[in-house]
């Protein structure tokens, strides 16, 4: 089940069940998001290119729920602000194959 | 089309067809990733809850870019990390409807 | 004049002066300081250790503004917090030195 | 002692008699401030403006010292960068009071 609109509607029934919209203000989700990004990052402090390959094998499941985190954060953000994710998406990908982006 | 294997893969033949892979180093994709969640940020700075509520009404399409980006980088990362996405989203989902998260 | 005491009173004096305290939430703060930390983060995007050097070379103004933005930030919110930025950082390095950090 | 100078010359010390000016690359640098100042950010993940005041009297220390953590990147990388931080902090307040910024 990959599909965005039912991963989507996931995390919003989730939500919902526990009446948790309340919380979800935009700003706050927003900070969220660059938290989840920073928690990617941290990952990659400090090392080289090399230490970074045999690090990936090792922490591979942990960069991965960090990853998933962001992308909740995505989707949550994009439900709320009533974005098509995908309809921008694909907008971007279509200019930046004609190289106006 | 919503599918997130599909929309990897938009992103992996443009990225292979311009031979883009060798800028694509890790650190630099979580620093392209947290940039990004830093811009869809930069749209709540200074704005209240109700500036918010308006400000999103006008700007939908600019935020929705941002979190477009975001959402790119996530993918991208995600595959080249060879990272299950939707594995551990579901995974965190069912651990947060049995409360153990 | 170099002193944090003095360069923090010429913020919050031009802050005064235009009223401007009312804007200056500590969350706001918060996300401006994480904004402009990506600011500096930005430059480095995409470069390689050789092409950083070069390029600092070239941005060292710019890449300066930043960072004293950001550093404008962290006063800022040193001084609304009421925390004593220099105490804190000393008692951090003397930790550091003793090995406990 | 609240000099810049002199809190600069602590950190560097430190930083020679280990040797670990080679960690030190300026894109680890930044990413290091963007991380630090995201902990400073997650001190007010969810919370309104009135559980912000009362968090704040409870974790003052605990936020003080992820601003004396960016601090420390801003002086280490405006160091090494050979960036002029309070001199470009200056012109920038002139600025400002002259209303150019």
Known sequence: ?????KLTKQIIDFRNARDWKQFH??????LSLMLEAAEVGEHFQWKNDKE???YIKQHKNDIGEELADTFYWVLLMAHDL???LVKIFE?????????IL
Chains 1, 2, 3, 4 share one sequence.
């Open 25 to 30: 203000k935009p700003k706050d989700l927003a």
């Open 52 to 54: 970074i390959q045999a």
């Open 1 to 5: 089940m990959s599909d965005i609109k």
């Open 91 to 99: 907008k971007k990908m279509k200019k930046m194959r004609l190289n």
């Open 82 to 84: 009533d974005v098509d």
